[in-house]
Each structure stands twice: as C-alpha cells, then as structure tokens.
C-alpha cells in the first residue's frame, strides 16, 4: 500500500488491509493523504448521503458498571439526572418530532448494565406504537441483553442494536473492571443471529494510542459492522477521566480517516462531542464521515437538527 491509488485499487477488488498494513500507512502517509484516501473511499463505497439518526436517553443514571468516562456510573459524582425507563406518551412524541425533521432512524438508549425482562416488554411495546405511528428505522441501545430479549426487540420492529466496544479489546480493561469485551462481542452477534444490523464504534481519546484505535476499527471489521459512530472524548467533571487532555486536531482527523480506509464500506458516523470539533466538521466530512447522530447526545449537548441539514448541504452531501 505505497500510495492512494494502490489502497482504491485493492479496495475495489475486496482486499481489505491487515493490522499491520493499517499501522504502516496510519505512520508512513501524511495527513492530507490519509484524509485523502478516506474521502475517496466514502465516495466510491456511501456517496455523497448522510445517514442520520437520533438517541433517546431512555433510562438515566445509578449504572452499576464502572466505566472511567461515563456520567452515569454510579461510581462516579457528576449530578446527572437520574430516572427510570421513560413512559409511552414521551418516547413517542420524541420519536415523532424525529421523524418529521427527516432523521432516518430513532433509538432508545438506557443506562444500567443491561434491562430486565420487565423492562424490555415494556421497551417492545413502545417500539410498537413508534412504528405504528413514524415512518423511522428503530434502532436500540440497552446494554448486554439475553438473545430471547434481542428476539423481542426484534419482533417489536427493532432492526439495529448499537453496543458500543468502546476502545481496542488490549485497551477496555484499563477502562472498565465490570464487564469485558468479550461480553460485548456476545451481544453483538446474539444481535445479528435473531437479524438485525449492528451498529458499533467507541471514543477515542481516552489514552490509547493510535495502534489501539486501528485495533478496534479492525475488530468492528471483524465483526461485520457496517455502523461506527466514532466519539471524542468530552470530559466529564467528576468522572474518572475528566483530566483528560484533549486530542489535536490531526489526531482526530487521523484517527477518523484511519476508521474508514480499515472500515471502507461501513458508515462512519460523528457522535459524541462533537462540541469539540465544530471547527473540523467539514474536513471531517471529506475525510470518511457519512453518517451522524443529531440532537442531544445522552448527556451532553449535541447540535440541532436543522443546522446541521444545512451544514451536511452546504458540504455537498444528500439526506
């Protein structure tokens, strides 16, 4: 893989790079190059539409699992909201407002290690009336549920499950002693054998270095996943990293290039903190990204639906 013209050519024909290839290019190939490769892999593999979705924080708050980043360990102090599975009425109307802004897709995220059986009947149910009501593609974040729970999902019209790996599987346990990737991996293919989609990704910037970041972009290959939101770090007080300093600019850019010449076909999707790289969101978007997540983040801010229309549009891409 000597140049971007090998890269393109080898992609066509289905070759995808190794571990070690990545690595290579990721320290041998200048950043444009890098960004080059990647904006030109989107196009021949995504084109120029933003496939967008939306997240519900569905469930709030005393999550069991210890997790270094997150607001809502109940290991950690940081004054988030705290507050059961949200009723009908509220998931509905949040799911309706999504679909009349044109977002193609719609989930609820609960925190907590995982739901009980109760908690998924009822989640099932919503997800019904959703679909009874919206024209919008449900998808479900609910944490290291039983395959007989991914089956009701699914029966209730659930077509992709997001379970985020997070970092590279060498890195996870310097970040969470609760669970582990491995318990991860499990749901994510239970997911894929009762038929849905996965959508899977991380953060970076939580100390691994770039080799790591090539490692979980290849493991999400791994795992045929065609969805990778792709978070930046946004410190959390009160969390156990939120001393974290910042990754550069030409980290990110690297690292987001790097995500999609590993990960060619899949959607590479702006996700969390993206209050962080307003400023690099254009390059981004002709550095790999085609898919995002807009609204509200869980519990930081994200960014209005309308103003980002308009910024997707203004960059040339489609919705």
Known sequence: M?????????SGQGVRISYGEAVEIEKQW???????????????????????????????????????WCSQSMFHNTGVDIYPL????????EAMHNA?????????VTSGRTLSDRDVDRSA?????????CDIYLCASMGLL???????????????????????????????????????????????????EVCSGGIIGMGETMEQRI???VTLRELS?????????NPVKGTALENTPPLSDVDILRSVAMFRIVNPDAHIRFAGGRNLIKHLEGRLLHSGISASIVGDMLTTSGSDIDTDKEMFKNEGFTL
């Open 215 to 217: 490692e979980l972009a």
């Open 2 to 10: 000597k140049n971007i013209e090998t890269l393109i050519e080898s």
């Open 146 to 196: 039983t395959k007989e729970q991914l089956q009701k999902l699914y029966d209730s019209g659930v077509r992709r499950y997001h379970c985020n790996l997070e970092s590279a599987p060498s890195y996870f346990p310097h970040l969470c002693t609760t669970h582990t990737t491995e318990e991860k991996i499990r749901t994510i293919r239970w997911a894929q054998e009762v038929g849905m």
């Open 30 to 68: 200048e950043t444009e190059d890098l960004c080059q490769a990647a904006g030109r892999l989107r196009k021949v593999y995504t084109g120029n539409h933003i496939d967008t979705c939306s997240i519900m924080n569905a469930r709030s708050g005393k999550c069991s699992e210890d997790c270094k």
């Open 100 to 108: 009349s802004k044109g977002v193609h897709r719609f989930s609820l």
């Open 86 to 93: 949200v009723g009908l009425d509220e998931a509905l109307r």
């Open 125 to 133: 149910a919503i997800y019904r009336a959703i679909g009874r009501r």
């Open 225 to 233: 996943v065609k969805s990778i939101p792709v978070n930046i770090l």
